[in-house]
Structure formats: structure tokens, C-alpha cells
């Protein structure tokens, strides 16, 4: 909880950013001669949800400028375009990056990347999703199962804390191109295959889209009648932010119990309203930190090790040694401890004008 530290703002970027001097055994971004200088390239997947630009990116540069202080960042934002990133891959190694660190778009097209560092010989790190069968040198992410098995277990909970030990439960999973999004899934059938409540619609939501949820929910209100919906479950907060819209548009009182991911700050201040019931938190910072020290042991020569490891991640060709993060629940019961008194977020950042009254009803005080 300490470790996820403060919220940190940054500016978006699409393309490359960092150092102007030259990589290590490569050319420069000048094009010039060689220089001892490594370069890191960060390739982030989308920047529609909010943690990437505001979180990830600024850790990561933070922690590598504190671990390799030789060494330079270039930064990339594939903008959910898998083959954007592509081409933004190629652009750092042909700049010289000794280190990639990619959260792929597409986990299976990722591969091809891999093929191309290793024919320059470049490192390669799978950050926060895998690279399918491309055994890449180490990887730092969330245990995906873990991280499903919370949020529904968070909604099971609710449910029967209000009395209830059966009824529909409505699942929204993120979309299959993310390696991230079938074990989440599975994690989350672990909790309610055996829980005694029905999965009554399920669906796959392309790009962890709001808009994509809240046209799916709509259908599963059409398919089951709102007052037959006990609760349900959504993968992120984005796609959660569709449910809850959907719900409103069909005029459901009062609102079954919904669970998101990610603790936005949107997601929060839906929690202090009552639309949402959980977001599941990540450490993300953490996960930044321990990235970007991995891929400064990777940069000057070394493997990542000691705190940097603690198991392996099955890429379905082999087992890469990785450091995996857990996640927690986040409701109203704990949010002050988790999100506010860390220092992951403030009073004055939730409590808008828009959710004045909900703050003081909730007791939060501004």
C-alpha cells in the first residue's frame, strides 16, 4: 500500500521522447557515431485508460533515472494500435535501444519484435502483459487469476452480506488480444463457478471499452430484465463507467452491485456517489519501479535478480523469470486506508464540486 506512492501526473505522449545523445553500440537519435550512452525504449499499449500516461510512464522514468543514471528513455504510446507499436519497436532499435520494455496491444503479434531484437541484440522485457512464445529475457506484471478471483469475490461478498446466496451475475471480461484477459477471467470463474450465483450473460469486450460494456450491459438487461441482475462484475473501471451508464439509462433502483478495476479517480468518485460498489486496486507504481529497475539491470549488462524476482510467467513456450504483484479490493470500508491515507490520492482530487454532497454524506470531509 506505501509503495504505490503518490499520483503522478504527466503529459500524454504518441511518440519517442527522451535523451538526444547516442545509445551504446548504436547510432543516436542524431543519427551520429556510437556513444555509451544505453537506450531504454518504454512501448505503452493505449492511453485511453488513464494509469498509463498518469502513472506508468513517470514511475518508470523516475526509477530509471535513479538506477542507470548513464542511461536514456524513449518513450512510445501505441494508442491501442497494435500495429503502431509495432512500428514504434522498430523505431527504437533502429535508434539504437539496447532494452525494450513492451506492454503489447497484441500479445501474439508482440512476438514479432522479440524476433527482430534479438536479431540486433537488444533485451526484451514483457511489462504488465505477456508476449506470447516469443521468450522474452524477464517480465513484471500482476498476477492476472489473483486479480479476477478480487473483484468478483468482492462482488460475492456484497451479495450475501445483503442476504442473497443465488441469483444472475453479468460478467464483462476485457478484450481476448490482451494476455492479461483470459486468466483474469478464469480467475474470476474460480470465485462464482462455485459461489452458488448464476453467470447469466457473459461477453468479451473489445478495446476494455466503455462504450463496447455499456452496449453489452444493455443487451444483458434486455436478455434477463434488470430486476433479475444480482450484481455485476466488469474487468476495468472504463468498462464499469458503461454498466453504470446503462443501468442508469434503464432507469434500475436501486443499483445492483457493480465492481470495476484500476481505482480511477472517475471510478472513486463513482464509489463516493453509490453507482459503484469495488475497483480493484494495483500497485502500479510498484510495478513501474520494479520494471524500470529490471530494465536498468538489463541495460548495463546484467539479469534481474533478488528483490526483482519472485516466480516465473509460462509465455506457452517456456517459463520466463518474473516478478509478479498482487492486487487488492478497494470499497468504501477501506478506501481511506488504501487510496487516501497512502497518498494515492486526495480529498480535494475526489471531492469536486460535482461530488460535494456525496463526500459529506459519505464522511469524507473536504
Known amino acids: 500500500m506505501a509503495a504505490a506512492g503518490a499520483l503522478v501526473l504527466a ?29 531504454v525504449a518504454l512501448l505503452l499499449p493505449e492511453n485511453a485508460t488513464a494509469r498509463y500516461e498518469a502513472r506508468d510512464k513517470p514511475t518508470f522514468e523516475k526509477q530509471l533515472a535513479e538506477s542507470c543514471p548513464t542511461c536514456q528513455l524513449r518513450y512510445y504510446n501505441a494508442a491501442g494500435d497494435a500495429g503502431k507499436q509495432l512500428s514504434q519497436a522498430e523505431s527504437a532499435l533502429t535508434e539504437g535501444a539496447g532494452v525494450l520494455v513492451i506492454d503489447p496491444v497484441d500479445s501474439k503479434a508482440a512476438g514479432a519484435v522479440v524476433a527482430s531484437a ?26 492476472n487469476v489473483q486479480q479476477g478471483a478480487v473483484g468478483m469475490q ?8 445483503d442476504g442473497r446466496t443465488s441469483g444472475n451475475v453479468v460478467m464483462m471480461n476485457g478484450d481476448p488480444v490482451d494476455s492479461g484477459a483470459k486468466p483474469e477471467k478464469d480467475g474470476a470463474h474460480s470465485a462464482v463457478d462455485k459461489s452458488g450465483f448464476k453467470v447469466a450473460a457473459e461477453y468479451d469486450t473489445k478495446g476494455w471499452s466503455a462504450a463496447n460494456a455499456q452496449n453489452q450491459m444493455q443487451q444483458a438487461i434486455t436478455k434477463l430484465g434488470a430486476a433479475n441482475i444480482a450484481g455485476v462484475y466488469a474487468g ?36 463516493v456517489a453509490g453507482d459503484l460498489y469495488e475497483s480493484t486496486y494495483l500497485p502500479v507504481e510498484t510495478e513501474a519501479r520494479i520494471g524500470a529497475k529490471a530494465a536498468a539491470a538489463l541495460a548495463t549488462g546484467k539479469k534481474p535478480d533478488g528483490d526483482l524476482l519472485n516466480g ?3 509465455d506457452g513456450a517456456g517459463k520466463v523469470p518474473a516478478y509478479l504483484l498482487q492486487s487488492i479490493a478497494v ?3 477501506n478506501m481511506k486506508e488504501i487510496l487516501l491515507d497512502s497518498g494515492y490520492l ?9 461530488y460535494k454532497k456525496a463526500c459529506a454524506k459519505a464522511g469524507l470531509a473536504k
Do not use: E, H
Request: glycine fraction near 14%; proline fraction near 4%; charge should be neutral.
Open 346 to 354: 486526495t480529498v480535494d482530487q475526489i471531492c469536486t464540486a460535482d
Open 312 to 314: 516465473t510467467i509460462d
Open 118 to 143: 534479438r536479431r540486433q541484440g537488444a533485451k526484451v522485457m514483457s511489462y504488465d502483459r505477456v508476449i506470447y512464445n516469443a521468450g522474452v529475457d524477464y517480465g513484471v506484471k500482476f498476477d
Open 331 to 333: 470499497t468504501m470500508d
Open 154 to 161: 468482492s462482488l460475492l461478498d456484497k451479495l450475501k452480506k
Open 11 to 39: 503529459a500524454c505522449s504518441s511518440g519517442g521522447s527522451g535523451g538526444t545523445d547516442g545509445a551504446p553500440g548504436s547510432t543516436g537519435s542524431s543519427g551520429g557515431g556510437k556513444s555509451k550512452k544505453p537506450i
Open 236 to 271: 476495468n473501471d472504463g468498462m464499469a463507467t458503461g454498466v453504470v451508464a446503462a443501468l442508469k439509462s434503464a432507469g434500475v433502483t436501486p443499483m445492483p452491485p457493480v465492481t470495476g478495476l484500476d481505482t480511477q479517480l472517475d471510478a472513486i468518485q463513482n464509489m
